[in-house]
């Protein structure tokens, strides 16, 4: 199996990349432009909320501020290229990543757990790691949960109308969609 450059990228820096390691990861592409700085912000506290984890909002927004904002500074602003922003949740860290072409290190991040990482396909990989809170790891994350909603349109309508199961399997077999007409 080939390993991906982030899963290369981890181990050089001595974590654990993208792998078994890692729970749930969610990511979002953006064109490295002055926004995307607010618009890496809002992505980071909507994934946050999602994943349950609202006590680290305010450090995982302010650090990828950092890292987006750096790689916004080094980019051309005639051929800005894209940035991959990418949040991992692994052992008892979250993982903050921007991927691009042009991309650097914030001073205020270096010396930590931060790092740059040179990617084999092109390309450079900036992270920093935050700790999770006391007692959390990564594996104890709950998955975002989605409450089942029906659409405006069907919110006009009001109640589902009754539907006889009898009428649905002449319309399949009429369709061509059942194995075999019921006798009637």
């Known amino acids: 199996m080939a390993l991906s450059d982030a899963t290369r990228a981890g181990r050089r820096r001595g974590g654990t990349g993208v792998n078994a390691q890692t729970e749930q990861v969610d990511d979002l592409r953006l064109v490295a432009l002055p926004t995307a700085v607010n618009v890496a912000d809002m992505f980071v506290r909507f994934s946050l909320t999602e994943w349950r984890l609202r006590g680290m909002q305010d450090e995982a927004a302010q650090t990828v501020r950092r890292l987006v904002g750096a790689a916004v500074d080094v980019a051309d602003p005639r051929a800005p290229g894209l940035l991959l922003v990418r949040l991992r949740l692994s052992g008892s860290h979250l993982v903050v990543e921007v ?18 990482v040179d990617l084999t396909a092109g390309g450079r990989l900036v992270w920093c790691e935050l700790t999770l809170p006391s007692g959390m790891s990564a594996a104890a994350v709950p998955l975002p949960r989605r409450e ?17 199961p009898e009428i649905i399997q002449r319309i399949l077999y009429g369709l061509g969609g059942a194995k075999e007409r019921r006798p009637d």
């Open 99 to 116: 991927e691009g072409y042009r991309v650097a290190l914030p001073p205020e991040l270096a010396g930590g757990r931060a790092g740059l």
């Open 148 to 164: 089942p909603r029906r659409s405006p349109a069907a919110e006009k309508l009001g109640d589902e109308p009754d539907v006889d």
